[in-house]
Nanobody, 119 residues
Framework: QVQLVESGGGSVQAGGSRGLSCAGS????????MGWFRQAPGKERVFVAA????????SYAEFVKGRFTISRDNAKNTVYLQMNSLKPEDTAVYYC????????????WGQGTQVTVSS
């Protein structure tokens, strides 16, 4: 099972951009679909975006479509989330996860990275 470490969080003003990274360990990183999720204070963790093993397919939650872009670099064992036009409601802890297919995720979560968007 791949181990994941998220980074890149911080504070940003509304309308700004932020890029997140998720570094995976092990030689099997390219064997997994990858996804980003987020959990806002007092709310459940929700799906944000996913990318297939090769990177040829992506999927987004409606509330980030057109603003967020997921990508991956299998040579670097890293998946990225580029977030543009950020809104205060994007404030959350962001997590990455892996799974055998897009939509099927391991029940294993890292520490996440906090993103705070101020108005």
């Amino acid at each position: 099972q791949v181990q994941l470490v998220e980074s890149g969080g911080g504070s940003v003003q509304a309308g700004g951009s932020r890029g997140l990274s998720c570094a995976g360990s092990g030689r099997t990183f390219s064997s997994y679909a990858m996804g980003w999720f987020r959990q806002a204070p007092g709310k459940e963790r929700v799906f944000v975006a996913a990318i297939s093993r090769s990177g040829s397919m992506t999927s987004y939650a409606e509330f980030v479509k057109g603003r967020f872009t997921i990508s991956r670099d299998n040579a670097k064992n890293t998946v990225y989330l580029q977030m543009n036009s950020l809104k205060p409601e994007d404030t959350a802890v962001y997590y990455c996860n892996a799974g055998p297919t897009m939509g099927s995720w391991f029940n294993y979560w890292g520490q996440g990275t906090q993103v705070t968007v101020s108005s």
